[in-house]
């Protein structure tokens, strides 16, 4: 399973731009990753944000949850809000390019992850 983060903020959500794998390099997301084995989801989520994000966060309701089709193979995608404790996301660790926060209307004019997208679609309807 892959939990994926979605941190609003002034009506703006949180994207990252993966640098790796090639697969990904250059597209857009919502920062989260792998649960390991025994992991909670939302501890899974909270350790990637504090990794790759460099913030704590308090994990909220689930925005989306799919199977979807990677590279990888079949994975269970889970989006859930966060809502940050302390500090500013900032890249770490090289995980991601760059940062943006982004209007949810927008994010389809973005190069997503296709597996994204949908969660993007929930987002903006919810934002009309
Ligand atoms: N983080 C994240 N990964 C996603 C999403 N949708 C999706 O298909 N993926 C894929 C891309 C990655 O290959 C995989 C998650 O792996 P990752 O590289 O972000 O997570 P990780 O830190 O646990 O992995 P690793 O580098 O330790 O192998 O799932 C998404 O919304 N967020």
Redesign the pocket.
Known sequence: M???GVLERGGKVLV?Q?S??A??AGQW????????AGERQED?LAR?WL??LGVRVRVGAEVYRQQ?E???GL?V?L?LRVALLADEPEPQAL?HRSLAWVVPQELAHLPL????RP?AAALAAQAQ
């Open positions: 892959v939990v994926a990252g993966r790796h794998p697969w990904t997301e919502f920062p989260g990753g792998k649960v390991e899974a990637e990794e790759e979807v990677t590279p990888l994975v995608l989006a995980e992850l296709q597996s994204n969660i």
